[in-house]
């Protein structure tokens, strides 16, 4: 488990998002991408990946991927 | 002969009761008269609702056979069935899980198809007696993220169809109910998989506010009742008009 292995997961689960685009400075919800689908997604994919439940309004507090990555592993 | 009071000591067994909508249909139709029988998982709070009703139960896991086996020996001849059981898994389908696939389509679709299958072939239906099972709005409308919760309501509601149609020569009916947005805890648990704000935009495509339990509930006992004699087969949407836009 790694940033950078998140950020690749955060990639491939968001639509539209190009690989290798982002890093761990991006605010990932002013991305054109961001959308509730989006939400419901990046959750999904934290839970497949991660085995965690993510509650949708944790993500309002975050802002970086670095930052979301920290919740995720902390 | 009027609606809910045709269900004074009828004997009526709701399945899920220790959900949200399950244990307001079951405090609903306790208050009409109903006889119940109720099941559910959890056997703690279980023995709260059945203890505040005085009715009988029996905790069980429904997708372990043998248990539904007993419950089906447990209860006597029935004039109604509701089943109120279900889980509802949010997740985009490259994400969902293949438990979360077979959970959900066993508990919402299967499970109510082999009560009713192993009670009528143990004779436990009374003739006229209403089975109810609990669909959604999902069932015929895409929701990103609820492709397995829809497709097994969606069953749920073709099967009924055809059950119906089996068991109308003994004039017993089978219908769904379509709750659209309820205050409950399955709800709760879905809206932490989307945020507050889409939550909020998603309810005001109701025009009459959010659903309580207690909406569901009503609308299950007018099918369980008499006032529902010649309805079989259908769903019934209960939405707050969700479903008309």
């Known amino acids: 488990m790694s940033l950078q292995r998140f950020i690749e997961d955060f990639e491939e689960a968001v639509e539209d998002i190009e690989p290798n685009s982002l890093t761990a400075a991006t605010n990932f919800k002013a991305l054109e991408a961001w959308d509730s689908l989006a939400v419901l997604t990046v959750i999904a994919m934290v839970d497949a990946e991660y085995d965690l439940r993510l509650k949708a309004d944790i993500l309002k507090d975050c802002d970086t991927l670095e930052a979301l990555y920290a919740r995720v592993t902390g | ?245």
């Open chain 2, 1 to 245: 002969m009027s609606g809910f009071d045709t269900l004074k000591n009828k004997k009526i067994l709701v399945v899920g009761a220790t959900g949200g909508l399950g244990s307001a249909i079951a405090r609903f139709l306790s208050t009409k008269g109903a006889a119940l029988f109720v099941s559910g998982r959890n056997q703690e709070a279980l023995s709260v609702i059945a203890q505040d009703l005085g009715v009988d139960s029996l905790a069980l896991n429904l997708n372990n056979a043998s248990e539904r086996v007993s419950l089906v020996d447990t209860v006597g001849a029935l004039d109604g069935v509701v089943y109120a059981a279900g889980v509802s898994p949010v997740a985009p389908v490259r994400y969902l899980k293949d438990a979360e696939i077979t959970t959900c389509l066993d508990l919402n679709t299967m499970v109510p198809l082999l009560l009713v299958r192993d009670l009528l072939k143990q004779k436990k239906l009374n003739a006229g007696a209403s089975i109810v099972w609990l669909s959604s709005v999902a069932s015929s409308r895409g929701t990103a993220g609820y492709a397995a919760y829809s497709a097994s309501k969606a069953a749920l509601e073709a099967a009924a169809r055809c059950l119906a149609l089996e068991l109308a020569p003994k004039a017993m009916r089978v219908n769904c109910l379509a709750p659209g947005m309820i205050e409950t805890g399955m709800a709760n648990a879905a809206a932490e998989r989307i945020s507050t704000e889409a939550l909020a935009v998603h309810l005001k495509d109701y025009p009459l506010g959010a659903g309580r339990p207690k909406d569901v509930a009503a609308a299950t006992a007018f099918l369980l009742s008499e006032a529902a004699r010649w309805i079989t087969g259908t769903t019934l949407p209960v939405d707050g008009g969700f479903s008309i836009q």
